[in-house]
């Protein structure tokens, strides 16, 4: 359960964008971008979102150690080395692709459990909801942090739009939908038809939903709609969410 030097990359390129956006000037005068505070901004979020991918998967695995299946220590799933729970292009370079395209926080990586060793249906469930109670856990913290702790203008925005996203995460994933962690949490008590039919149109049902996302524009403003109020309780600012968002879609 040692960190991995991957997961400690990580999060030093995280805190690099956070230095970055800090002493980067989030606005000119003029109203144009500091590089300097766009590059650390997308540096912060996007080394933060794969920061907390790789919890989330943790967050699976752990669980499903103490819930009875040995094998995922064997597996190295509680290294927080995100290489174990990821294709490079698919489950990386692709998420991060379409979060710079339209902000839209894709699940990422898998752990394999064996549902068969573990003690029962409630833990099962457990298992599939503490990845997204990870994603909620940290835009909490972030959102905590970024109230409490003094800090520049830039900096500010970055974690409240990663902390906005990691809300926005929760979200998508316990969607009750076969191929997100939602539908893992009431798989178990569903009848063998339902889960039949889940397994069939797990491999593509989450790709039907995030294509509905872009085509559908009232879809994704609810689930915005429901991540700002949640966002807003955490006690997020919303107006420095949005700057935020403005430097990480910097080409927009």
Request: proline share 6%; aromatic share 12%; charged share 10%.
């Amino acid at each position: 359960m040692r960190p991995s030097p991957v997961f400690i990359g990580i999060l030093a390129i995280t805190v690099l964008g956070g230095i970055l956006a800090a002493y980067g000037d989030s606005l000119s005068l003029t109203g144009d971008k500091d590089p300097l505070y766009v590059t650390g901004v997308v540096l912060l979020v996007a080394g933060g979102w794969i920061a907390s991918l790789t919890l989330h998967e943790f967050g699976h695995a752990f669980v499903a150690y103490r819930g009875g299946d040995a094998a995922v220590a064997q597996k190295g799933y509680l290294t927080l080395d995100v290489r174990r729970y990821t294709d490079p292009v698919l489950s990386i370079l692709l998420p991060l692709i379409f979060l710079l395209i339209g902000g839209i926080p894709l699940p990422g990586g898998a752990v394999w459990i064996n549902r068969g060793a573990l003690r029962n249906r409630a833990t099962s469930s457990w298992v599939s909801l503490a990845g997204p109670l990870s994603n909620l856990g940290v835009g909490a913290a972030l959102c905590l942090v970024a109230a409490l702790v003094p800090m520049s203008a830039g900096l500010f925005y970055g974690l409240s739009y990663l902390a906005l996203l990691q809300v926005m995460t929760f979200l998508i994933n316990i969607l009750p939908i076969p191929g997100l962690d939602g539908w893992g949490a009431i798989e178990p008590y569903l009848s063998p038809q339902a889960r039949a039919f889940g397994a069939r149109v797990r491999p593509w049902a989450p790709l039907v939903l995030f294509a509905l996302f872009f085509v559908f524009r009232p879809l994704s403003d609810a689930l915005w709609y429901v991540a700002g109020l949640i966002f807003d309780a955490f006690g997020g600012s919303g107006l420095a969410a949005q700057i935020g968002q403005s430097a990480f879609l910097f080409w927009r």
